[in-house]
């Protein structure tokens, strides 16, 4: 029987299961609780639809697999042994078929090796998907709430994190391993930056002042009035504008591919020839940048493929060298507002409009900007519907001047 999300007695079983525990009060550990069990399921419910096996066996044995985790001074075989004598009563209780009670069991009992090859193909579902759930982000979180749970120290978190990669071999199934590769190589910078001895904080020297919004937000005019006020109060000014004027040329590389990643790609190639070069020289004299555009709008824009998150994105840019900014600033504006912008000015300069500037994208890539909030801490959104660029401008000179 494969796994339906609809299907009565796996839900059925679910709650029994649930209530019973309940009623017994054990108190289950935070690291092992019941968001990391539904994820166990998650996986299993993969695994079954790709090999097989008994949906009954493997629903069950999920569920109460780390029962004996509700002690955190039992580790290994004393925890399996102690989640399989709670196993065998909860099923009992929930009148579980007696001709499968032996069956969960075992892979209760076997879930927890990584040296060992489970016989069943449910035990080896459980192993694998228990594992799983252990990489990547949310295995550096589990791996410290279990530390601490079991009064650990910053040393066995960074060994236990040392140790993830080594599990990969102790899966069952390729697709397993693979995913536990791509969870792994998404979290291994991290992981090298906890071995870092002597961190060192940077001088920051200028000032590199990125004016982002949706296009009709009026990003341009702010930027040239922001580079006159600055102009005026003596300091050394650079104005960007992103893409650069090389941009057409490395565009021409790609043949005029419009697929998400080549577009991305050719936007992190424009930065890292023709822009971050230069952006870094600047900073490190102690100049003062405006750019009107900058590597958030690849986040937003380029980020909608799906291929990579704004997250992922932001990483890239890290690599090839991209500062951050010293201020980063939203004009937020109403979609429709900003289409009759842009319809205004397509009519008076006779341009087509872009791909990007439909009422429709225009809304969703505002939320999208505002949403980058949780990635950087330091955006500052400007709301300037029905305001004057008078005071658009005196609000950026506030920020820039705190």
């Not at 910078?189 to 060192?200: D, R, V």
């Not at 590199?208 to 296009?215: P, T």
């Amino acid at each position: 029987m494969e796994f339906d999300e609809n299907n009565t007695t796996m839900n059925n079983l679910k709650d029994q299961i649930s209530t019973t525990l309940e009623i017994l009060g054990l108190k289950i550990s935070p690291s092992h609780d019941a968001n990391h069990t539904q994820r166990v399921l998650d996986f299993a419910y993969n695994l079954q639809q790709i090999h097989g096996g008994d949906i009954e066996i493997i629903t069950a044995a999920c569920l109460l697999h780390d029962l004996g985790r509700s002690n955190s001074q039992q580790h290994g075989e004393t925890s399996r042994k102690a989640s399989v004598s709670i196993a065998q009563l909860v099923l009992q209780r929930v009148h579980f078929p007696t001709d499968k009670i032996d069956r969960v069991l075992q892979c209760i009992l076997e879930h927890d090796q990584p040296e060992r090859e489970p016989q069943t193909i449910e035990a080896k579902i459980l192993k694998d998907s228990d594992f799983l759930d252990g990489f990547g982000a949310t295995g550096i979180i589990r791996i410290a709430l279990w530390t601490g749970e079991s009064q650990g120290t910053y040393e066995d978190i960074r060994r236990r994190l040392q140790k993830m990669r080594q599990r990969i071999k102790g899966l069952c199934y390729p697709e397993s391993k693979q995913y536990a590769i791509e969870q792994y190589v998404s979290i291994a910078p991290l992981i090298s930056q906890l071995e870092t001895q002597h961190p060192e904080i940077q001088q920051i020297k200028g000032q590199y002042i990125v004016i982002e919004g949706i296009s009709g937000a009026g990003k341009s005019t702010q930027t040239q009035r922001l580079m006159t006020y600055l102009q005026s109060q003596g300091k050394d000014v650079s104005f960007f504008q992103e893409p650069s004027s090389g941009y057409k040329t490395i565009q021409s590389v790609f043949q005029g591919k419009r697929d998400t990643i080549s577009r991305m790609l050719t936007f992190f190639i424009d930065r890292a020839v023709n822009l971050i070069p230069t952006l870094n020289e600047q900073l490190q004299q102690g100049n003062t940048i405006v750019s009107d555009r900058s590597f958030l709008s690849t986040m937003v824009y380029q980020a909608n493929g799906g291929k990579l998150s704004p997250e992922e994105i932001a990483y890239v840019h890290k690599v090839i060298g991209q500062p951050l900014p010293t201020h980063i600033i939203i004009l937020d504006i109403d979609p429709q507002t900003a289409y009759t912008r842009i319809m205004d000015r397509s009519n008076k300069n006779r341009r087509k409009l872009g791909e990007n500037e439909t009422p429709e994208k225009l809304a969703w890539a505002r939320q999208a900007f505002l949403d980058l909030e949780r990635v950087f801490p330091n955006i500052n959104v400007i709301n300037v519907n029905g305001k004057n660029e008078g005071q658009i401008c005196n609000e950026i000179q506030k920020i820039v001047n705190s």
